[in-house]
């Protein structure tokens, strides 16, 4: 699996980025090139039409202002078509607005390449924190039962982005360590 500090790979999937029926408005081609000088929240789930995926999708739906703000742009995913994952929005009242791109790893070849490929050819339970540069700065992942925490991941881009050491359970706006 890759790690903090390593290179966030080159990838170029199809994307449902809305419910609309005309395919030019609801599917987009989206690269890592997209989205120049902005950090990246990636998360993957295991499979559309579950149970638990959803919750976490809606979550970091609920949040993608915030992390707006941080000049961040939050970009989900699984191993499902581009065209589930629209009938997935479509059919789920939690999911028709979300403000993000669902990418399509049909290939499994991004998934693949950051090591969270599951032997059931589905996305392992992973979020990635990508600076500009593309360099990983963080990696979280859980067993497919238990969903993540979108505010954790929030907060932990709050503490990357100031750049200065962060206690245990740092907040924004609350004061960094420094050495003596």
Request: net charge negative.
């Amino acid at each position: 699996m890759l790690g903090v500090g390593e290179k966030f790979p080159s990838f170029s999937l199809k994307a449902a980025v809305g419910i609309d029926k005309d395919p030019e408005k609801s599917f987009k081609q989206i690269t890592d090139l997209d989205y120049p000088g902005k950090w990246k929240i990636y998360f993957f789930w295991p499979a559309d039409f579950t149970f638990v995926c959803p919750t976490e999708i809606a979550g970091f739906g609920k949040l993608n202002k915030q992390f707006e703000e941080r000049d961040a742009q939050v970009l989900g995913g699984s191993t499902d078509s581009e065209w589930v994952h629209r009938a997935w929005r479509n059919d789920h009242a939690d999911l028709k607005t979300l403000p993000f791109p669902m990418l399509a790893d049909v290939r499994h070849d991004l998934c693949e390449q950051l090591g969270i490929l599951a032997p059931n050819g589905m996305a392992q339970r992973a979020a990635y924190i990508v600076d500009p540069e593309g360099i990983i700065r963080f990696v979280y992942v859980t067993d497919g039962a238990v969903g993540r925490n979108p505010e954790e991941v929030l907060r932990v881009l709050d503490a990357l982005q100031t750049d200065e050491l962060c206690p245990c359970n740092w907040k924004k706006g609350e004061a960094t360590l420094q050495v003596v």
